[in-house]
């Protein structure tokens, strides 16, 4: 059974970082698509980063030059670095697995396994 775990989430003052991760257990993630969504109150979910299995990364236009997605396939983690962290970013962040990729991703169609959600508040 695949699981994934993020931790990393917290309150932090506009202008500051924090740092994401996500802990696969269950499977390997070399080899698949992932992702980092988020979802804030009222909101449909959207995707933020994605990485392939090359290591092949996108983002979606608000974050662009801001956050940075990164893997270390032999942990199975997945991280995102989040820098200049602004109030629109403030949401409920998750970890997504997808099946074997040869591009980064942003269709939620794609991931099939998600994490719990960590929360990220950013006040001004």
């Known amino acids: 059974q695949v699981q994934l775990v993020e931790s990393g989430g917290g309150s932090v003052q506009a202008g500051g970082s924090l740092r994401l991760a996500c802990a696969a257990s269950g499977a390997t993630i070399s080899d698949n698509c992932m992702g980092w969504f988020r979802q804030a109150p009222g909101k449909e979910r959207e995707g933020v980063a994605f990485i392939d299995s090359a290591g092949k990364t996108r983002y979606t236009d608000s974050v662009q030059g801001r956050f940075t997605i990164s893997k270390d396939n032999v942990k199975r983690s997945l991280y995102l670095q989040m820098n200049n962290l602004q109030p629109e970013d403030t949401a409920m962040y998750y970890c997504?697995?997808?099946?074997?990729?040869?591009?980064?991703?942003?269709?939620?169609?794609?991931?099939?396994?998600w994490g719990q959600g960590t929360q990220v508040t950013v006040s001004s």
């Open positions: 997504a697995r997808g099946g074997v990729c040869l591009g980064p991703s942003r269709s939620r169609s794609v991931y099939n396994n």
